[in-house]
């Protein structure tokens, strides 16, 4: 069987996404299968492109075994992809049923994940116009800014890249093809339970909205547009703070001069390239409240979006949220250990750091954190100093103090991270050494 007779407008908007996204000959797709109309309608139109602009198609299905009904839709994917000689990747994957963040989101979770670890280019969804417009207004509901407004995007670059070629395709129009087609699909029942909020916007808030305001979907599409540009200029004004008040390390006097509306942006901004989550607005108030009125020499280390922000000495960053230390791990050389979310390295070097014959002839070398008394000098003749002491000198801010690998040879304390090595320890000119360095504090 080959693909369906496609209609001329889809296979013309589909062909255009993928030469705008560069996807042509040699590029490896893959569409991710539901089983339903939407993904059904998409591997069709990919399968019936692929000669003539000379990619590779496969398709990825994911299991999550959560309806009675889960295996017959596999099997469907499995029979689809077959008929129109399509490789078919499936995913079996366990969700909590009891996740903290609920089942939906849990499977969502656990589906992008299993649907990014595909090797290929590009992963295709089949969202369209009306998914964009029930995305808007959720996230209007629930208070978002520009960028959780802006919706999907059509584009997003990564290892896959993501490409919703039917984003300003309305789902009628899908739906159509389908039937003209003579394409056979699932439906999920779950799809039609209005107890799901999204389900409620779909079958219910939409067509009312749509009774009185017969464009509400395309014009909610094109609120997106908007609010994505305007997503765009603030990230651009953040970034240009950003240099403003100092770069990686920001000056907190520098930051508490920006207006509260451009502090919030920014601070925004220093979560999303950290990895975390959009802070509430309640949250970036409490953050700028506590950055104003502690007293600037007091150390701040405050929860936000899934990160830290901290303050010391005058400066501000942000950091991800790190685990406690771990116990102490005998070291045999290796050139990187695992510490507290960031990395301990260890590096051949000549003249400077560890001596490597010193290290070479201890009986016991540990990595660990501090220890009641820990102390170490630093210089010959300079008297030993306290491991707070140190702390203070190097600017260690009090919070990252704990988590500090400390490499011990033989009981004695050689180097620690971000102060340095002990002084009859210390490598001399031409001498063999070892470097070290831990990627979770600034050295």
């Known amino acids: 069987m080959t693909a369906f007779p496609v209609q001329a407008g889809l296979r013309a908007t589909v062909a255009a996404r993928l030469a705008a996204a560069g996807l042509g000959s040699g590029a490896r797709l893959c569409c991710a299968l539901s089983g339903g109309v939407d993904s059904t309608v998409l591997l069709h139109v990919l399968a019936a492109l692929r000669e003539e602009l000379g990619f ?210 920014l601070l925004r901004w220093l979560v999303r390239a950290a990895g975390g989550q959009a802070p509430s607005r309640a949250r970036l108030l409490e953050v700028q409240r506590q950055l104003a009125s502690v007293p600037p020499l007091q150390p701040l280390r405050v929860e936000l979006g899934g990160c830290v922000c901290c303050c010391y000495r005058g400066q501000l960053w942000l950091e991800a949220a790190t685990p406690p230390p771990p116990r102490p791990l005998r070291w045999r050389g290796e050139t990187e250990l695992p510490w507290c979310g960031a990395l301990l390295r260890c590096e051949a070097s000549v003249g400077e750091g560890l001596r490597l014959d010193r290290v070479q002839a201890a009986a016991l070398v540990m990595v660990r954190g501090r220890w009641p008394g820990l102390s170490m000098r630093l210089a010959a003749g300079r008297p030993q100093r306290s491991f707070r002491k140190l702390c203070q000198d190097a600017g260690v801010p009090p919070w990252l103090r704990e988590r500090l690998p400390v490499l011990m040879a033989d009981g004695e304390a050689v180097w620690i991270a971000g102060i340095g090595v002990a002084a009859a320890w210390q490598c001399e000119d031409m001498q063999p050494g070892l470097r070290l360095s831990w990627d979770g504090v600034r050295e």
């Open 56 to 265: 590779t198609l496969l398709a990825a299905h994911v299991n999550h075994g959560l309806h009675p009904q889960a295996w017959a839709w596999q099997a469907h994917c499995a029979q689809s992809c077959a008929q129109l000689g399509v490789v078919l990747k499936v995913f079996q994957v366990e969700v909590a049923r009891d996740a903290p963040c609920g089942l939906e989101a849990a499977a969502r979770a656990s589906r992008h994940a299993a649907l990014r670890s595909v090797a290929c280019d590009a992963l295709l969804l089949a969202h369209h116009q009306d998914d964009q417009a029930e995305t808007v207004l959720f996230r209007l509901l629930r208070g978002s800014g520009a960028h959780g407004a802006a919706g999907m995007v059509v584009w997003q670059p990564g290892a896959p890249a993501i490409l919703r070629p039917l984003l300003g395709v309305r789902r009628a129009q899908i739906e159509a093809a389908a039937r003209e087609g003579g394409l056979h699909w699932v439906e999920d029942p779950s799809n039609a339970n209005p107890r799901h909020r999204r389900n409620a916007l779909r079958h219910e808030v939409l067509p009312a909205m749509a009774a009185h305001f017969p464009a509400a979907v395309p014009a909610l599409a094109r609120a997106a547009e908007n609010f994505a540009e305007a997503a765009t200029l603030m990230d651009e004004l953040a970034a240009a703070d950003a240099r403003l008040c100092g770069g990686q390390m920001l000056q907190r006097d520098a930051v508490l001069a920006l207006s509260a509306a451009r502090q919030r942006n």
